[in-house]
């Protein structure tokens, strides 16, 4: 059976390698590809999300979406992804065009045509956050939100906040509040599953996506001598391999203010929420398993 899914993202090196499973691995169906501005400004999101939809020959439509965040001013993560955002490879420049919609109208309209769809936000939830405030209608028709973002230990931009939950902490409280139920593919997880320097080297010796891939990911500013997070990516892994991922049911609520903005406060106890849970916490990852996906997904695409 496939699975049928949105992306709302902002490639962004690692966004660029899970767009790229999406695209290709034939249980997915991916439906729309939204952009957010996030990792790069949204022009250059939009830009580098077309950029991947040519190379692969693809006609799955890219709506553009926020400039930026609800409230708080926009902060680009340019010095882990380049100025480009997605930097070392030439991509063909006789790009498609995005669509005449905005991307909360081609989110409306995608969902309200493919029912139970999973929403798969790879970058901060601006776009969901004015979906559901403007069409609340549509939270019923989603299946659930298998977002990257978050974090129960530390953050990756200050000591509480994981850098998506913290570019726009007043969407994720939207979005954690929606009533929609949500998987949190967290830095928990993905700090685990680091694209190892072996599986590096291999990928341009599998094909051209290969080396594409292998020629941003060595621009990835996210890395340490163990290997190089591949953060998003971790979101189509749980998708296709649930079973090498540990979840725990929970509570989820984002701090807004204060040092710990942008804090995804996991109700582990139970103390706040008399039981009730609104998010499945991913907690564990078979690392092993993540890369030898990962080589595999690559070298089954036919480019
Ligand atoms: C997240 O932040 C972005 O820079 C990555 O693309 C990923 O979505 C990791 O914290
Ligand atoms: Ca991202």
Redesign the pocket.
């Given at each position: 059976m496939t699975i049928k899914i949105i992306m709302d993202t902002?490639p962004?090196?690692?966004?660029a390698a899970a767009i790229t499973m999406a695209i290709n691995d034939d249980n997915i169906d991916l439906k729309l590809i939204t952009t957010v501005a996030?990792?790069v400004t949204v022009d250059k999101t939009t830009k580098n999300a077309l950029k991947l939809v040519r190379f692969f020959n693809s006609d799955i439509p890219v709506a553009a979406g926020a400039k930026q965040p609800l409230i708080k001013p926009f902060e680009d993560?340019a010095r882990?992804?380049g100025e480009s955002g997605m930097p070392g490879y030439v991509f063909p420049d006789d790009l498609p065009k995005p669509m005449d919609k905005t991307a909360v109208e081609a989110l409306r309209d995608a969902i309200m045509a493919n029912d139970q769809i999973t929403l798969v936000p790879?970058?901060s939830y601006t776009n969901i956050a004015l979906l559901f405030s403007e069409y609340p209608e549509v939270k019923s028709h989603i299946e659930r939100i298998v977002a990257?973002?978050g974090t129960l230990g530390y953050g990756?931009m200050t000591s509480a906040a994981?850098?998506?939950v913290f570019t726009d902490p007043h969407a994720a409280r939207i979005v954690y509040n929606s009533g929609v139920p949500i998987v949190m593919v967290g830095?928990d997880i993905?700090m685990k599953a680091l694209l190892t320097p072996e599986s590096l080297e291999k990928l341009p010796t599998l094909n051209e996506t290969g080396k594409m891939l292998h020629d941003i990911i060595i621009h990835d500013g996210d890395n340490s001598d163990k290997g190089i997070a591949m953060?998003?990516v971790n979101t189509i892994f749980y998708l296709l391999h649930p079973e090498a991922i540990t979840t725990e049911k929970m509570w989820v609520d984002v701090q807004t203010e204060g040092p710990a903005m942008g804090e995804t406060v996991g109700d582990i106890r139970g103390a706040y929420h008399n039981g009730k849970t609104n998010t499945a916490v991913c907690v564990d990852i078979d690392a092993a398993e993540f890369n030898k996906w990962f080589i595999e997904e690559v070298s089954h695409i036919s480019k």
């Open positions: 902002d962004g090196i690692d966004d996030g990792n993560a882990i992804h790879t970058g990257m973002g990756n994981e850098f998506n830095l993905t953060h998003d």
